[in-house]
């Protein structure tokens, strides 16, 4: 079966500074990765996803993760954060099946705090 | 992508009772899943909910106390039944588009039960 594990269960930046989100996975099989992001009160938005190719993935936001398969790691980046990044941050592994990934796996979550 | 919304946003329940949760997306959808997100924690795989025929339920989790309808390709019900205080959760559903391979979130029905 597989898991993910978000090392950091709080992470305080201050704005404009850089960002790195940890996220290791494990898995039997080729993965389908994918970042998710909760802002207060809402659903889980989309970042990004992987699924072949090119390990370092472009997302919606500025963000980018880059998936590494020696380390079993799939790390989001930000080069400048803004005050509006502040929200909840989860990782999530899927099965790869016929669709790609009816088991989703997520993470516990990162809690990111941007101070001024 | 689509607009996928949830009935209602949030509701405050007495135990013993049930709520009914709607999913509907504006869009063709392969796939429709219900998840559960405990306060302060991370989001479990109740079921996936299959068209016209009984939704697929994950370990803990069984079909007396979560019944799943899903008449249709973009409409699905979550019901959580004889509510306790411990089913006090946001409960999210989720679809795969059809021609994609990733899940897109509903904005969550936060359910309080008293």
């Known amino acids: 079966a597989q898991s993910v594990t978000q090392p950091d269960i709080h992470i305080t930046v201050s704005e404009g500074a850089s960002l790195e989100l940890r996220c290791n996975y494990s898995?039997?099989?080729?993965?389908?990765l994918f970042w998710y992001v909760q802002s207060p009160g809402q659903g889980l938005q989309l970042l990004l996803k992987?699924?072949?190719?090119?390990?370092l993935v472009q997302g919606i936001k500025g963000f980018e993760a880059e998936f590494k398969r020696s380390q079993s790691s799939f790390n989001l980046r930000k080069p400048s954060v803004h005050w509006s990044d502040a929200a909840e941050y989860f990782c999530?592994?899927?099965?790869?099946?016929?669709?790609?990934?009816?088991?989703?796996?997520f993470g516990t979550g990162t809690r990111l705090t941007i101070i001024p | 992508s689509a607009v996928i919304s949830q009935k209602p946003s949030r509701d405050i329940c007495q135990r013993g009772t049930s709520l009914t949760i709607q999913c509907q997306v504006d869009?063709?959808?392969?796939?429709m899943f219900w998840y559960r997100q405990q306060p302060g924690q991370s989001l479990t795989l109740i079921a996936t909910?299959?068209?016209?025929?009984?939704?697929?339920?994950e370990s803990g989790f069984v079909i007396d106390k979560f019944p799943i309808s899903r008449p249709n390709l973009t409409f699905s019900t979550l019901t959580v039944s004889n509510m306790s205080p411990e089913d006090s959760s946001i409960y999210l559903c989720?679809?795969?588009?059809?021609?994609?391979?990733?899940?897109?979130f509903g904005p969550g029905t936060r359910l309080t039960v008293t």
């Open positions: 989720s679809v795969i588009l059809a021609g994609a391979y990733e899940q897109y």
């Open positions: 898995y039997g099989a080729t993965p389908y």
């Open positions: 992987y699924f072949s190719g090119d390990t």
């Open positions: 999530a592994v899927g099965a790869s099946t016929n669709f790609g990934n009816e088991k989703l796996t």
């Open positions: 869009s063709q959808v392969t796939m």
């Open positions: 909910a299959n068209q016209g025929s009984e939704a697929t339920y």
